[in-house]
């Protein structure tokens, strides 16, 4: 696992006009960021930088003649400012929101004297902050790819986030509370039923009732109070149109592709609304698509269905390499 860099940004004033010192964590997989390909990615609301190799959290999808391959691309994962991988927390995080977020790693970018990427990807909450990217920086990513997400918090992940602060501040158990109440979210009743059929264990409990204790003891080893406070804020506030423009005003500015991926089940981030941004943005300009992932496991299905994200993604990375190699190979003489 590569190690975790840092970059400082000095005296960041996010939009509530009260300015710290942030430290950026991030990990660097693959190529030289200076003479590759560059793609940024962006963590889900408990997930961080390490995406790849025997620990990563997307190791099916980014790695060594994986989709997208870290013997071509350069892959640059920055950790959300708060999340606490690395220790590092963000006391003040109810001053910011996820329009801040997108302008620090804009920040971290150039200080890493990255002017141009070939993709921003972000799942869950890092795809609203990919939204965020797109909407504030036009012509930043050639390729820009939110999943699972919404480029404005729904009054369904309002509600959501609503119950995980009660959780978080008044239960007994925080973290295990609600991450079961979380789960229950990120998954479908017919990926459940599906799973479970109704089954019990030696200890009596019905099997659902100790996977979902399992994940909740799992997630409070490696995740703190802090950290999860800070994440279910920053959820609760994804919005590119702070300035009051019209969505279509707004989102039809990014130069980059967009390709939207949602999924068919997703009870959190409904697809019905991804369709809809599909449908805007369509009549406003031709490079945008639509992709849909079909599982019965709803949120959590982009990262348990891989086969069918590395179907999705590979019209996208191994364009990039096809066009590489054509380029490389036109003036060879045949052998």
């Known amino acids: 696992m590569p190690d975790i860099k840092k970059i400082k940004i000095s005296k960041f004033t996010p939009e509530s006009g009260v300015s710290s010192d942030i430290d950026i964590h991030f990990q660097h997989f693959g190529q030289d960021y200076n003479n590759s390909p560059v793609v940024l990615v962006i963590h889900s609301l408990t997930g961080n930088s390490n995406v790849t190799g025997k620990s990563g959290w997307w190791s099916e999808i980014i790695g060594p003649d994986k989709v997208i391959d870290t013997n071509f691309f350069a892959v640059l994962t920055f950790n959300i400012p708060g999340n606490g991988y690395n220790d590092s927390f963000l006391d003040n995080y109810i001053d910011f929101h996820t329009g801040d977020i997108a302008k620090l790693f804009y920040l971290g970018l150039k200080k890493l004297k990255i002017d141009r990427l070939y993709a921003v990807i972000g799942g869950s909450i890092g795809g609203g902050i990919t939204w965020e990217i797109g909407c504030l920086y036009n012509n930043l990513t050639d390729n820009l790819i939110p999943i699972a997400c919404d480029w404005k918090s729904s009054d369904w992940i309002i509600a959501n986030t609503f119950l995980q602060k009660r959780l978080l501040e008044n239960s007994n158990n925080p973290i295990q509370d609600a991450r079961i109440h979380a789960m229950l979210s990120y998954r479908t009743p017919f990926s459940i039923c599906d799973k479970f059929s109704e089954k019990k264990n030696t200890?009596?409990?019905?099997?659902?009732?100790?996977?979902?204790?399992?994940?909740?003891?799992?997630?409070?080893?490696?995740?703190?109070?802090?950290?999860?406070?800070?994440?279910?804020?920053?959820?609760?506030?994804?919005?590119?149109?702070?300035?009051?423009?019209?969505?279509?005003?707004?989102?039809?500015?990014?130069?980059?592709?967009?390709h939207i991926i949602a999924v068919n089940t997703d009870q959190y981030f409904i697809p019905n609304r991804d369709r809809e941004t599909y449908k805007l943005l369509k009549s406003k300009k031709a490079n945008v698509f639509y992709h849909e992932i079909d599982s019965i496991h709803g949120h959590d299905a982009f990262l348990i269905e891989t086969k069918k994200m590395t179907k999705i993604l590979s019209k996208i990375f191994k364009s990039k390499r096809n066009e590489n190699s054509i380029r490389e190979n036109k003036y060879r003489l045949p052998v």
């Open 203 to 258: 200890n009596g409990k019905y099997a659902i009732q100790d996977w979902l204790l399992y994940h909740g003891d799992n997630l409070s080893k490696r995740f703190s109070l802090k950290a999860y406070k800070a994440m279910n804020h920053f959820l609760s506030t994804v919005n590119v149109i702070r300035d009051n423009k019209s969505p279509d005003e707004k989102l039809s500015k990014i130069n980059s592709n967009i």
